[in-house]
């Protein structure tokens, strides 16, 4: 990895937002949930396909705070347009756990 500067990292626009809804997507590669996640005002209401089937179901998502990156352009994941990225980490097995704020913050916050 080489060295990125400070503005570099402002580029990147990261932002906490609440799942609002989430469903099954059995057509991807790798098993996925499709996600609606609202950042507030401003930004909304966005979607994403998330590789996050193995630790997660659909029906207890709805209301969790994930960090997402909002500024990449969508990308069309199957029929589905995917338009941010929720971020995770891997873990011992690199299946993807969701990350967020520990603490309870106004949705559309961005990430310092």
Partial sequence: MSDISYDD?????????RITRAEPYPQARKPSI???VDFGPGIGEKKSSAQIAKHYTPDE??????LAVVNFPPRQIGRFMSEVLVLGLPDADGEVVLIGPDKDVPIGGRMF
Avoid: A, E, H, Y
């Fill in 34 to 36: 499709k996600l609606w």
């Fill in 61 to 66: 998502l709805p209301g969790k705070r994930v």
């Fill in 9 to 17: 990292f402002l580029k990147v626009d990261i932002r906490v937002g």
